[in-house]
C-alpha cells in the first residue's frame, strides 16, 4: 500500500516544528504544521517536550520521523574524495572520529553530501551520542508518538543546506526518509519526495553494482528527454541511471530486462511498487541477492538482502537465493517469480576470499569455511618454518585459522583491530584515505611478535602500499624475526569491472612488478599467469623485495578454486584470468 501520510518533527532543546505532510495523488500537500517554545529557564527538556507533544499526538498521521537535537550534536563539513555513498560514509565516520571527543562505537552519525563533482564531495556531518538518540525515543514514546524514524542524517542535511543559505536557518522545514521511497527527503514546503515517476506507476529503486558505460546511457537518456537531479559522490547515482533505463520498457519486468541488457558491468536492483518489492539480481549471478520470511507465524513478510546472515538477527530466515537474472516480486501473499533464473552463472569469488561477512554463505557454501580450506592449502603447498601464523584483521583471520589447523603451527594474533569503527582500506579512491584507514584500525601487539618468525595470512595483495607502509612496518618495528606473507588468493592482474574495488590495472601490485621487469607497460600478462613459468617467479620475487619480507607465496588459482567449491565456468576469475 502505498504511503499516504506521513508526521516530521524538529526536536530542539527549546523548540518543536511539525509539519504533517498528505498524499494527494503523485504529490505531498502540508495537512497542518505548528511549533512550540519552551519558557525561559526551562530545565526539564524531556518533561517539557513530553508535555508539548501530548496535546497535539492526534494531529499526527502515518509515519513519524524526528530530527534530533542540534545542541546535542557535533557538526562539521568537509572536502572528501569523490566515491560511492558507502565509502563517502565510511570516509566520513573517520573524520568524525577525528573530531568527536567520545569514541566512535558510541555515537550515531549522519552524513550527507551537499555538493560534488568527480573529483570531491563537501560533506556535512553530524554526530551525537547514542545514548540520547535512546532517550529521544522513550519521550516520543511517553507522549504516544512513537517515532519510526529519528534521524541524525536529515538534521544534518539540514544544516549544512541552512549553512550554505540555501534553505531558511528557521522556520517550518521538515527533512526525513519517506517510507514509501526507502532513503528520500521530503522538504516540507516544497512538496516534492524524490521518487521515480514512469507510464507505469510510481516507484522506488534501491541498485548495487557498477556501470561501465554510465556516460555514454546518461547522454542516450538526455537526448530522449530524462533529467537527472540525484548525485552520488559528485556524480549521477547508478538508481537514477536504473531508473531512467526501466522506464524504457512496458512494464517494471520488461524494463529491468532492458536494462541490464545495455548495461555494460553489473547491476542488482530492487524496485518498490505499490504492487509489492521487485528484486532483480544481476544477469549472471555476479553478486547475490537472498530473501528471507518471517519466523513470526503471525507475520506474513518478506525481505531482500545481499548478505543472507543479517536475517538471523532480524527475526528471520533464509528461504531461497535468487538464481542469476531471476526476478520476483514480494508482497505479503508470498514471492511470486516473475522471470526465471538463467543458466550461465559467473559468482564472484572474491564473496569468499574478502569480501563476503564470516557468518555469510552463498550459493550453500560458507564463507568462513571456505577461507579456512584456502588457508589449509596454503600450508599444503609451503614447507616454512615459524613460532606462529597470524592473520590480518579481519578477513585475513579466517586464511589463518584455516593454515594454523592444516600445518599444526599455532595460531596467534599479532595484529588487532582498533575498532569496527574504522572499514576496509582498499576500496577508497584516494591512497591518504586508503592510507589513514590502515594506519588507524590495526594495532600490534609487540608481546607476542618479538622474537617471533611469522606466517601472516591475508585475503589479498592489491596494491600492496598498505601490507608494505602499514601492516609489515608494524611488525617490523616491534621485533618480528622473520615475516613470511601467505596471501590467500593468486596475484590480482586485472582491475574489477563489476564493482569499483580495484579501478586501474596500474595501481596493482602485480603490473608495477612486470612494468618493472619488462621496463615498459605489456598488452597482456599471458607469459606471467603461469605460477609455474620463471616469469611468474620473478615477479613474485619482486613484490617480495618490495614488500621488504622474508618469504612471499600466492594460493595458486586451482587451489582457490577447489577452496570454493563450485566448478570453475560457475565462477568470476576475471581479477586473476582478464576474462
Not at 37 to 43: G, I, L, V
Request: charged share 20%; with cysteine.
Amino acid at each position: 500500500m502505498a504511503l499516504t501520510w506521513i508526521t516530521g518533527v524538529c526536536w530542539q532543546a527549546t523548540r518543536l516544528e511539525w509539519t504533517v505532510l498528505r498524499r494527494v495523488k503523485e504529490s505531498w500537500v502540508i495537512h497542518t504544521q505548528g511549533h512550540a517554545e519552551a519558557p525561559p529557564n526551562e530545565d526539564g527538556v524531556a518533561e517539557w517536550t513530553a508535555a508539548t507533544l501530548k496535546p497535539h499526538v492526534r494531529e499526527f498521521r502515518g509515519r513519524i520521523g524526528v530530527a534530533l537535537p542540534m545542541d546535542s550534536m557535533l557538526m562539521r563539513t568537509a572536502l572528501l574524495p569523490s566515491t560511492d555513498a558507502d565509502e563517502l560514509r565510511g570516509m566520513a565516520d573517520l573524520q568524525v572520529d577525528k573530531f568527536s571527543p567520545f569514541p566512535v562505537e558510541t555515537m550515531a552519525i549522519g552524513t550527507e553530501a551537499l555538493d560534488g563533482s568527480d573529483t570531491s564531495t563537501l560533506v556535512a556531518m553530524a554526530t551525537i551520542k547514542r545514548e540520547i538518540v535512546d532517550a529521544c525515543g522513550r519521550i516520543f514514546q511517553d507522549a504516544g508518538a512513537p517515532a519510526d524514524v529519528l534521524d541524525v542524517a536529515a538534521l544534518a542535511w539540514w544544516w549544512g543546506m541552512s549553512a550554505r543559505g540555501l534553505v531558511p536557518a528557521h522556520g517550518v522545514q521538515v527533512f526525513l526518509r519517506d517510507a514509501g521511497s526507502g532513503l528520500d527527503v521530503v522538504v516540507a514546503n516544497d512538496g516534492k519526495p524524490l521518487i521515480f515517476r514512469s507510464r507505469f506507476g510510481v516507484y522506488a529503486v534501491a541498485a548495487v553494482g557498477l556501470i561501465n558505460n554510465k556516460n555514454q546511457l546518461v547522454n542516450e537518456l538526455l537526448k530522449e528527454g530524462a533529467n537527472f537531479g540525484e548525485r552520488a559522490g559528485g556524480d549521477i547515482n547508478n538508481a537514477e541511471v536504473v531508473s531512467c533505463l526501466i522506464n524504457r520498457g512496458d512494464n517494471i519486468v520488461e524494463g529491468i530486462a532492458s536494462m541490464r541488457a545495455v548495461i555494460e558491468g553489473s547491476i542488482c536492483a530492487v524496485v518498490m511498487t505499490s504492487e509489492g518489492i521487485y528484486a532483480a539480481r544481476d544477469k549472471f549471478g555476479r553478486f547475490p541477492l537472498a530473501i528471507g520470511k518471517s519466523k513470526n507465524p503471525q507475520d506474513q513478510s518478506y525481505v531482500v538482502a545481499t548478505e543472507a546472515s543479517s536475517f538471523e538477527n532480524l527475526g528471520y530466515e533464509l528461504t531461497q537465493f535468487l538464481g542469476p537474472g531471476e526476478i520476483v516480486l514480494l508482497t505479503t501473499d508470498g514471492v511470486k517469480p516473475v522471470k526465471p533464473a538463467g543458466t550461465e552463472k559467473k559468482i564472484c569469488s572474491f564473496l569468499w576470499i574478502y569480501t563476503g561477512y564470516p557468518s555469510s554463505s552463498y550459493e550453500g557454501i560458507s564463507v568462513e569455511g571456505a577461507r579456512e580450506r584456502c588457508g589449509a592449502y596454503l600450508a599444503k603447498r609451503d614447507n616454512i618454518q615459524a613460532d606462529f601464523v597470524s592473520g590480518v584483521p579481519d578477513s585475513g583471520v579466517g586464511h589463518a585459522l584455516g593454515y594454523a589447523m592444516a600445518s599444526g603451527i599455532p595460531y596467534r594474533r599479532a595484529l588487532v583491530k582498533y575498532t569496527p569503527g574504522y572499514g576496509r582500506s582498499y576500496t577508497p579512491p584516494a591512497q591518504e584515505i586508503r592510507d589513514l584507514v590502515a594506519t588507524m584500525k590495526l594495532c600490534a601487539v609487540r608481546e607476542v611478535i618479538n622474537g617471533n618468525r611469522i606466517i601472516i595470512c591475508d585475503d589479498s595483495i592489491v596494491r600492496g602500499t598498505q601490507l608494505k607502509n602499514l601492516t609489515i612496518k608494524k611488525l617490523w618495528d616491534n621485533g618480528a624475526k622473520e615475516i613470511h606473507v601467505r596471501p590467500a588468493c593468486p596475484p590480482l592482474m586485472f582491475p574489477c569491472i563489476y564493482t569499483s574495488s580495484t579501478r586501474t590495472t596500474g595501481e596493482l601490485a602485480c603490473r608495477k612488478a612486470i612494468r618493472a621487469l619488462e621496463g615498459k607497460e605489456i598488452e597482456h600478462p599471458s607469459e606471467y599467469l603461469d605460477h609455474h613459468s620463471e616469469k611468474h617467479a620473478k615477479m613474485i620475487d619482486w613484490i617480495r623485495r618490495d614488500l621488504n619480507v622474508t618469504s612471499l607465496k600466492y594460493l595458486a588459482i586451482d587451489d582457490m578454486i577447489a577452496a570454493i567449491g563450485l566448478p570453475a565456468d560457475q565462477l568470476c576469475l576475471h581479477c586473476w584470468l582478464g576474462k
